[in-house]
């Protein structure tokens, strides 16, 4: 594969660059059309703080929309096959796309009792824990306040976000490494 540098993501047409970067956050192009205003970037770590900054910036009904734009944790989209490439590969990480019926009721009660509580999705990095560590963060951030889970929710979106980074650009822009690689 061609690598790409720094300078040619800072040489891209808009359109091009989102094209590239726009799933980072999940269906949220306009992160990645905002990182593009503020072009040229240094390195990596300056585009992935960028699109990290058009997030923090963005209104409340943005960040709201955000955190919205994510699937259920091996929820209906999942065993319908409807999730994007990167939330599929994610949750199959960690074996979310292979529950048994027991577990899958499971999940799927905790997603519900959680949408009813806070009005969006459960969001955490999959990628950084496990079942157990899902389960239990389910019923601990059950707990939180709605500006608690709300800051939460973006806060795992953020680690989400700079491993899909990783995982784009590692091998295409010359010196990023590959991030770990999930658990089966």
């Given at each position: 594969?061609?690598?790409?540098?720094?300078?040619?993501?800072?040489?891209?047409?808009?359109?091009?660059?989102?094209?590239?970067?726009?799933?980072?956050?999940?269906?949220?192009?306009?992160?990645?059309?905002?990182?593009?205003?503020?072009?040229?970037?240094?390195?990596?770590?300056?585009?992935?703080?960028?699109?990290?900054?058009?997030?923090?910036?963005?209104?409340?009904?943005?960040?709201?929309?955000?955190?919205?734009?994510?699937?259920?944790?091996?929820?209906?989209?999942?065993?319908?096959?409807?999730?994007?490439?990167?939330?599929?590969?994610?949750?199959?990480?960690?074996?979310?796309?292979?529950?048994?019926?027991?577990?899958?009721?499971?999940?799927?009660?905790?997603n519900e009792r959680y949408r009813e509580r806070f009005g969006f999705p459960f969001?955490?990095?999959?990628?950084?824990?496990?079942?157990?560590?899902?389960?239990?963060?389910?019923?601990?951030?059950?707990?939180?306040?709605?500006?608690?889970?709300?800051?939460?929710?973006?806060?795992?979106?953020?680690?989400?976000?700079?491993?899909?980074?990783?995982?784009?650009?590692?091998?295409?822009?010359?010196?990023?490494?590959?991030?770990?690689r999930s658990r089966s």
């Open positions: 594969m061609e690598w790409l540098s720094i300078q040619d993501l800072n040489a891209m047409e808009k359109d091009e660059f989102v094209g590239l970067l726009g799933g980072v956050y999940e269906h949220s192009a306009w992160v990645a059309m905002s990182a593009w205003e503020q072009r040229p970037f240094q390195d990596s770590a300056a585009l992935a703080a960028a699109m990290k900054g058009a997030v923090e910036t963005a209104t409340d009904a943005e960040k709201l929309a955000l955190i919205r734009a994510h699937p259920d944790l091996a929820g209906k989209l999942a065993r319908a096959g409807a999730l994007t490439e990167s939330s599929a590969r994610e949750q199959a990480g960690l074996g979310l796309d292979r529950l048994g019926d027991e577990e899958f009721e499971c999940f799927t009660r905790l969001v955490i990095c999959v990628r950084l824990t496990d079942k157990a560590g899902v389960l239990s963060a389910f019923e601990t951030r059950l707990s939180h306040d709605i500006p608690t889970e709300m800051a939460e929710a973006l806060g795992q979106i953020h680690h989400i976000a700079c491993l899909r980074l990783g995982d784009l650009l590692a091998g295409r822009i010359e010196g990023v490494p590959a991030p770990p």
